[in-house]
C-alpha cells in the first residue's frame, strides 16, 4: 500500500506541475500576443500622427509665405509699377522706390521670420530685407539663368516653392535660403515675379524642434525628387525617398529594423518620411515580454513549491532519508543511514548510493594524487621555459654593447640574465617569496631597460615591505610585465611606461601592474574576463591548467594565483590606446578566504 501511495504521489505531482505549467503557459502566450498586438497598433496610430503633424507644421510655415505673397500681388502700387510700359523719370524711379520698399517693409514685419522680399520682372527689380544683393544691373540680366523662374511663369504653374538653395541675388554666395514664389498678373498678362525667401535655418528649426523627432530621422523630399530636407546632408536612401513621392502610409523593414511613416501634403506636395528603429518604438512591447516571462516565472516557482510542499507532505519517509543522505560529507565519505523502510525504491536507492559511494571513494583519492604530481610536474616546465625573443634579443643586445667596447653594461647584463635564468631554473622551488619574485622583475626590467634606454621609465614602488615575505607562486609578475613589451607596447611610439605598485590593506594584499600600452581590444578584453570568471578552484583540473606551451600569460598567472589562494580578486582595466591596470588582490594569510 505503501509503495502504491508513493507512485501516485510522484504521479500526481508530475501531472499537476505539466498542468499548471502549460495553463501558465498558454495564458501568457495569449496575453503577450493580444498585448503586444495593441501596442504594435498604437504605435503605428502614433507614428503617423506625428508625421501627420509635422506635414501640417510645414504646411503652416508655407501658408504664411503664401499669404505674403498674395498680399503683394493683390496690391495695386505695385501692379502699377511693374506694369508701366514707359521708362520713368528720376524723380519718379526715387518716388517708386520708396513706395515699393514702404510695401515690402511692412509686409516683412507682419512676419518674424522672413528674411527677404524680392519682386521683379524684365525691366525692373524690387527687394527689401536682410540680404546684401549683388550688383543692380545683374538682377536683370541673370533672370534667365534660374529655372525657378521660367517654371512659375508657366501657365500652369503660378506658383513655386524653391527647396534649399543658395540665394540667387545675394553678395554672399554661400547664403542658404528657402522661397515661395508667385507669378504677378493680371487677367490678360503677367507683369511679374514675387518672391518670399527664409533662411533655411528657419526650416530645420520647424523640424527639429518637433517634440517627437528625438531618435527619429526625418527627410523631406518635393515632387521632383529634390531632397528638402536634411539640408546639405545626403539621405539615407535616396531611392527610398524617390519610390514615396506623392504617397501616405507605413511599413517595418524587416531588414533593417526600422519603422518607415510618410505622408504627402496636398497643398506643398513635400513628401515627409520619418524612420525609426523598432527598437526605439517597440520598447514597450519587449518591457511588456520581459514582465510577462518574470511573472511567468514567478507564478510557476510559487506553484512548483506549493507542489513540493504537498509532496513533501504525503511523503515523509522520503524526507527522513533525504535529510540523511544531505549529510553526506566529501571528506569521510561515509553513508550513517540504514534500510529501515519497507519501501522498494528507497532500499533500491540506498543500495545503488552505497556502491557509488565505495567506487566514488576510489577515484577521489586517486585524482586527488594525479592532480597533484600533475600540478608539480608542469610547474616545474612552466618555470623552465624562456620566452626565444626575449633571450634572442638579450644576445644581441650583449653582441652590439660589445662592439660598443661599453663593459660596464655588459657585464651588468650578463649578471641580470644569469640571475633570472639561475631563478627560472631552480627545481623544488614552486613557492617563493614576492621579495624573490620582485627581485627577478626587477632583473627582467633593467635588461629591457639596457635595450630601450631612454624609451623606457619604470619604477616599482613599495608602500608596505612587510608584504615582501608573502607566499606566491614563482613568476606571476614578470609574465604580466612581460605582456606589456609584447602586446602592449607593440606597433606604438615611445615613451613606454611601467609601473609595479604593491600594498598590503587591513587583511589583504594588493599588486598593481600598469602600462601606458596600446590596451586591450574591447572584445578582446571582454572575452579574456569571461575565461577568467569561468575558472572555478574545484574545475583547475578540467580548464587544463598548463596545456599551452607558450609563454606563461595572464590566464596561467591567475590560475595559478587560484590555486595558492582561492578567494583571489583579478581585475583588467583597459582603455584602446590609453594603456592597461591590473591588479591582483588576496589575502595575507595563505588559503584563507
Known amino acids: 500500500m505503501t509503495l502504491r501511495n508513493n507512485s501516485i504521489k510522484t504521479k500526481l505531482f508530475s501531472y499537476f506541475t ?13 496575453f503577450y500576443l493580444w498585448s503586444s498586438n495593441l501596442i504594435k497598433q498604437n504605435t503605428f496610430e502614433m507614428m503617423e500622427q506625428n508625421t501627420t503633424d509635422l506635414v501640417e507644421d510645414t504646411d503652416d510655415l508655407i501658408r504664411e509665405m503664401d499669404k505674403m505673397a498674395v498680399e503683394i500681388s493683390f496690391n495695386s502700387t505695385i501692379k502699377n509699377i511693374l506694369s508701366e510700359p514707359k521708362m520713368p523719370s528720376l524723380a519718379e524711379q526715387v518716388q517708386q522706390d520708396k513706395d515699393v520698399t514702404e510695401i515690402l517693409s511692412t509686409v516683412l514685419f507682419s512676419s518674424n521670420f522672413t528674411r527677404q522680399i524680392n519682386v521683379f520682372n524684365e525691366s525692373a527689380f524690387y527687394s527689401y530685407g536682410t540680404s546684401q544683393l549683388i550688383d543692380p544691373k545683374q538682377l536683370l540680366t541673370k533672370q534667365d539663368e534660374i529655372d525657378w523662374i521660367n517654371e512659375v511663369t508657366k501657365e500652369e504653374v503660378r506658383k513655386v516653392i524653391v527647396p534649399p538653395h543658395q540665394d540667387d541675388w545675394s553678395a554672399n554666395p554661400n547664403q542658404c535660403v528657402f522661397s515661395f514664389t508667385r507669378e504677378l498678373r493680371t487677367p490678360q498678362t503677367s507683369y511679374g515675379v514675387v518672391e518670399i525667401q527664409q533662411n533655411c535655418s528657419s526650416l530645420e528649426k520647424t523640424i527639429v524642434t518637433s517634440p517627437f523627432t528625438t531618435n527619429e530621422q526625418i527627410e523631406i523630399i518635393d515632387k521632383n525628387g529634390q531632397i528638402v530636407f ?5 539621405p539615407i536612401d535616396s531611392s527610398l525617398l524617390k519610390s514615396l513621392i506623392g504617397k501616405s502610409g507605413r511599413y517595418v523593414d524587416q531588414k533593417s529594423n526600422k519603422f518607415i511613416s510618410y505622408h504627402t501634403s496636398d497643398y506643398t506636395e513635400w513628401t515627409i518620411i520619418i524612420t525609426s528603429s523598432t527598437k526605439d518604438k517597440f520598447e514597450p512591447m519587449y518591457q511588456l515580454r520581459n514582465n510577462t516571462v518574470i511573472f511567468c516565472l514567478i507564478f510557476l516557482i510559487v506553484s512548483l513549491l506549493f507542489l513540493y510542499w504537498l509532496s513533501n507532505r504525503l511523503s515523509k519517509p522520503i524526507v527522513n532519508l533525504s535529510s540523511e543522505l544531505e549529510k553526506f560529507d566529501l571528506k569521510n565519505m561515509q553513508i550513517q543511514v540504514d534500510p529501515k523502510y519497507n519501501i522498494h525504491e528507497i532500499d533500491l536507492l540506498y543500495g545503488s548510493f552505497k556502491q557509488m559511494v565505495l567506487q566514488l571513494r576510489r577515484y577521489f583519492n586517486q585524482s586527488i594524487q594525479a592532480l597533484e604530481l600533475k600540478r608539480k610536474a608542469d610547474l616545474k616546465a612552466l618555470q623552465a621555459q624562456v620566452h626565444p625573443h626575449f633571450l ?3 644576445i644581441s643586445i650583449i653582441s652590439a654593447l660589445s662592439n660598443e667596447r661599453d663593459i660596464v653594461k655588459v657585464r651588468d647584463m650578463c649578471e641580470k640574465l644569469s640571475s633570472m635564468f639561475r631563478f627560472i631554473i631552480q ?18 626590467l633593467d635588461i629591457m631597460n639596457i635595450r630601450y634606454q631612454e624609451h623606457l621609465n619604470y619604477e616599482i614602488v613599495l608602500e608596505d615591505e612587510e608584504v615582501l615575505e608573502l607566499m606566491v607562486p614563482k613568476l606571476i609578475l614578470q609574465p604580466l610585465v612581460e605582456n606589456s613589451f609584447h602586446h602592449g607596447f607593440f606597433g606604438i611610439n615611445p615613451p613606454f611606461d611601467v609601473s609595479i605598485r604593491i600594498a598590503a590593506m587591513k587583511d589583504h594584499w594588493v599588486i598593481e601592474i600598469i602600462d601606458n600600452g596600446i590596451g586591450f581590444d574591447e572584445k578582446k578584453l571582454n572575452q579574456l574576463k569571461t575565461n577568467i570568471k569561468n575558472i572555478s578552484i574545484e574545475k583547475l583540473d578540467e580548464d587544463d591548467l598548463f596545456a599551452s606551451a607558450e609563454s606563461i600569460g595572464i590566464l596561467n598567472t591567475y590560475k595559478r594565483l587560484l590555486y595558492m589562494y582561492p578567494t583571489l580578486l583579478f581585475n583588467i582595466v583597459s582603455r584602446k590606446e590609453e594603456g592597461t591596470v591590473i591588479t591582483i588582490s588576496g589575502p595575507l594569510q595563505k588559503g584563507v578566504g
Open 18 to 30: 505539466v498542468i499548471v505549467g502549460f495553463l501558465i503557459l498558454s495564458f501568457s502566450i495569449i
Open 392 to 394: 634572442l634579443n638579450s
Open 427 to 444: 627545481n623544488g622551488e614552486t613557492e617563493i617569496t614576492l621579495k624573490q619574485e620582485l627581485e627577478h622583475t626587477k632583473n627582467y
Open 230 to 234: 536634411p539640408i546639405d546632408k545626403k
